[in-house]
């Protein structure tokens, strides 16, 4: 008795399960389907970019909408690949997002580690003073940048196009509040046995803030590789060029050819792409680093 009466409490509690995983929540349902339709219009203009980068000129401009070309080639990528100079500008780009990635992080890092762990005069004033540069967007001293690398002779120059880039006053302040999440026994422990602060930083906080450092060197490399505006205004000569720049000039050199202008944006954003989606668990840590400042 008692164990036919197991057997029909356990079917019981298998048919409620059923119901419950059968069970529609309407709210549940409409967000997810909400979702996808958000999904699929942001991920559409990037379709139609892939599919007319492997079109045929002829049949890109034919009228009507086509979702999926008649005719599959490489000739635009080839074109671009071989008629311009966007190697070059990968190489400048290369150059100097990868630069400007190291001394961003390498200045916030030492500038992070003097404000949470050394007491000097003014430290509260020059912390202020960072946290008041969020309210002066980057472009709003774009004149003053040009005027200050025109006078030192910069433009045109990877250093010109480098050192007005080096202003990230968010990487600093995770650093800093970071370094004064650490346990005070760390740096006590350390002094006592003589080391200095050169020491406790690249020793001692450094290899604690590890997946933060990898996290910031991505999200600046990305947004070094992006940045468009600044470069333009630096750049005169195609070979300085970087290749969110150069591929500006692919209509200036090739006429109206949209499946090549395409390609030059597909394959100019490629690389960044690629880096998303292999580091995607730290582009996300790293925008909810920043996301989440604390004055």
């Known amino acids: 008795m008692t164990g036919a009466t197991a057997t029909q409490a356990a079917r019981l509690l298998a048919a409620a399960a059923r119901r419950r995983r059968l069970r529609v929540d309407p709210m549940g349902a409409a967000l997810t389907a909400l979702t996808l339709v958000a999904a699929l219009a942001f991920f559409f203009p990037l379709y139609w970019a892939l599919v007319t980068t492997v079109k045929p000129e002829v049949e890109v401009v034919r009228p009507g909408l086509r979702l999926w070309p008649e005719t599959f080639t490489l000739e635009a990528c080839a074109f671009v690949l071989t008629n311009s100079r966007i190697l070059v500008w990968y190489l400048n780009s290369v150059v100097t997002s990868v630069a400007v990635t190291l001394l961003v992080i390498l200045s916030s890092l030492l500038a992070g580690y003097a404000l949470s762990q050394i007491a000097f005069p003014g430290r509260r004033l020059l912390y202020g003073m960072i946290l008041a540069s969020f309210i002066v967007p980057i472009s709003a001293l774009i004149v003053n940048h040009f005027l200050l690398v025109h006078r030192l002779g910069l433009l045109d120059s990877w250093?010109?196009?480098?050192?007005?880039?080096?202003?990230?006053?968010?990487?600093?302040?995770?650093?800093?509040?970071?370094?004064?999440?650490?346990?005070?026994?760390?740096?006590?422990?350390?002094?006592?046995?003589?080391?200095?602060?050169?020491?406790?930083?690249?020793?001692?906080?450094?290899?604690?803030?590890?997946?933060?450092?990898?996290?910031?060197?991505?999200?600046?490399?990305?947004?070094?590789?992006?940045?468009?505006?600044?470069?333009?205004?630096?750049?005169?000569?195609?070979?300085?060029?970087?290749?969110?720049?150069?591929?500006?000039?692919?209509?200036?050199?090739?006429?109206?050819?949209?499946?090549?202008?395409?390609?030059?944006?597909?394959?100019?954003?490629?690389?960044?792409?690629?880096?998303?989606?292999?580091?995607?668990?730290?582009?996300?840590?790293?925008?909810?680093?920043?996301?989440?400042?604390?004055?």
Request: glycine letters at 6%; proline letters at 4%; zero cysteines.
């Open 159 to 295: 250093a010109g196009i480098v050192l007005p880039q080096l202003i990230h006053p968010v990487v600093i302040i995770v650093y800093k509040q970071f370094f004064d999440a650490i346990p005070k026994e760390y740096r006590e422990a350390a002094v006592v046995d003589g080391a200095g602060h050169f020491q406790l930083l690249f020793r001692i906080f450094l290899p604690m803030t590890t997946s933060v450092t990898a996290a910031l060197a991505i999200i600046t490399l990305i947004s070094a590789w992006n940045n468009f505006l600044w470069p333009f205004l630096a750049q005169n000569s195609q070979e300085m060029m970087n290749v969110t720049v150069g591929i500006t000039q692919v209509r200036e050199a090739y006429g109206i050819r949209y499946a090549r202008e395409t390609a030059s944006a597909v394959i100019a954003g490629l690389p960044m792409v690629m880096l998303n989606l292999v580091f995607q668990r730290q582009i996300t840590r790293a925008i909810v680093l920043s996301g989440g400042i604390k004055a």
